[in-house]
Structure formats: structure tokens, C-alpha cells
């Protein structure tokens, strides 16, 4: 993330990097992580790391590209301060969410159904990923297979029909071989299901 001082100047530097690479091949968004942004729009952290942002922000929109935050290190209301915030500095168009509903719930920061009533109307992105709230002071939640976790999908996909959303949901599973196989086909039909009612 950009948030540790020692390290925002190179992981910027990567970030640039990348945006000129994904406009060589055509890629329209970047998305990332920036890393457990203060609460708090008064921590000096917050000004440094929006500095950092909107560097990136102008960057995608030379290349033609939108910076989408990936949520879940973050509430959603500061997610979407610091969003209002580069807009101030940048201009509104090319910065919006990836919303990871599973982050939210595994980080232990927000119900995503609610989530979308925060800052829904910046969500570019959907992962497909359900997950378990975190049991413990000091570890993430579990990620399970989609539907057997905390993210309510039916109430999820008709939030997202009703303020509009019509891109894409990536389907996300943080395991390997034949059981991520399985998963992601049992989470293609409840999804499928679920978009067509």
C-alpha cells in the first residue's frame, strides 16, 4: 500500500509503471489496495497518502485509465472522503471503487449491502468473493466459497440493480487447484441465478 512513508515513493513509482503498461495492452482500469488509510481526515497520513493518490489518479487519466480503490482496509466513508477529496484536487471521472464485498466483512469494516448506500455510486468493479467476519483481534476473517459466507448475495446483487451497476462481477477464490475450480463454477450459477431474477 501507499501508506508506510519508507516505502510510498517506490510503490508509487511502481504504480506509474504499471498504468503505462496496462495502456500498452489496453488495460482501462487499475486498481489497488492503498493500505488502512487513516479514519481520521486529520491524521498527517491522510494528507501525505492522498498526495501519493492523487499523483496516480492524474497519471491514469493521462493514460485514459480509471483508478479504482479495492475495498476493505478501509470504511466506506472514508473511502468515499478521500475519493471527494481527490476529485477536489483532480476533477471527477476517473476514480472510483472495486468493491469486494468479502474484504469488507473479512477486514470487519462494513456490511456491503450497506456499503453500496455509502459510496455506491463510485463502484467501477465487483469481485465475486464471500468471506466471514474476522473472530479475532488480530486475523482476517475466512474466505469460503461465495454463498457460504457472510455476504448477503441476493440482497447484494438487487442493491447493486437498484442504483444502476451494470459492469462486471470478476469471481475471486484465494485457494488452488481443483476445489478453486469448483467453487468458482458453484459461484458462476448462484451469480447467474441471482442477476437473472
Not at 477536489?88 to 476517473?94: E, H, L, Q, T
Amino acid at each position: 500500500g501507499l501508506i508506510p512513508s519508507d516505502y510510498r515513493v517506490e510503490r508509487l513509482k511502481m504504480l506509474m509503471e504499471g498504468s503505462d503498461f496496462a495502456k500498452k495492452i489496453h488495460v482501462t482500469d487499475l486498481a489497488t489496495h492503498v493500505g488502512y488509510m487513516p479514519e481520521n481526515p486529520y491524521d498527517p497520513k491522510y494528507a501525505e497518502v492522498l498526495v501519493a493518490c492523487k499523483a496516480i489518479v492524474e497519471k491514469c487519466k493521462e493514460n485514459g485509465q480509471n483508478f479504482l480503490f479495492e475495498t476493505g482496509q478501509e470504511t466506506p466513508v472514508t473511502l468515499k472522503r478521500a475519493i471527494q477529496d481527490i476529485e477536489k484536487a483532480v476533477g471527477k471521472g476517473n476514480v472510483g471503487i472495486n468493491l469486494d464485498p468479502a474484504n469488507l466483512i473479512m477486514y470487519g469494516k462494513a456490511n456491503p449491502v450497506d456499503a453500496l448506500e455509502v459510496f455506491g455510486e463510485y463502484v467501477m468493479g465487483i469481485h465475486g468473493k464471500d468471506g466471514k467476519y474476522p473472530t479475532d483481534g488480530h486475523h482476517l476473517g475466512d474466505e469460503v466459497p461465495l454463498g457460504q459466507g457472510k455476504v448477503n448475495y441476493p440482497a447484494f446483487i438487487a442493491k447493486l440493480k437498484e442504483i444502476g451497476y451494470q459492469g462486471d462481477i470478476t469471481i475471486e477464490r484465494e485457494i488452488s487447484g481443483e476445489e478453486q475450480k469448483k467453487d468458482i463454477r458453484m459461484a458462476k450459477e448462484l451469480l447467474d441465478k441471482l442477476i437473472a431474477e
